[in-house]
């Protein structure tokens, strides 16, 4: 796939996902206040090739 991005929101009460999330490459870009319901926001997230380990490994087994 050549994307660019991928992108996610995640609850901002959603500590385990944000923790899982993070922890995979994501970066936050971006929160939309009170985007999932009232006092929750929503967290947009991006993860780029450069940041995600899996896309390079494959990358890396299909030139071998």
């Not at 996902?17 to 994501?26: I, T, W």
């Not at 985007?35 to 993860?47: F, S, Y």
């Amino acid at each position: 796939l050549k994307m660019q991005h991928i992108f996610i929101q995640v609850a901002d009460d959603n500590e385990k996902c944000l923790r899982l999330v993070r922890h995979m490459g994501y970066e936050e870009i971006m929160r939309v206040e009170n985007g999932c319901k009232i006092g929750t926001d929503w967290i947009i997230l991006r993860m780029t090739p450069q940041r995600c380990r899996w896309i390079n490994k494959n990358s890396e087994r299909m030139a071998a």
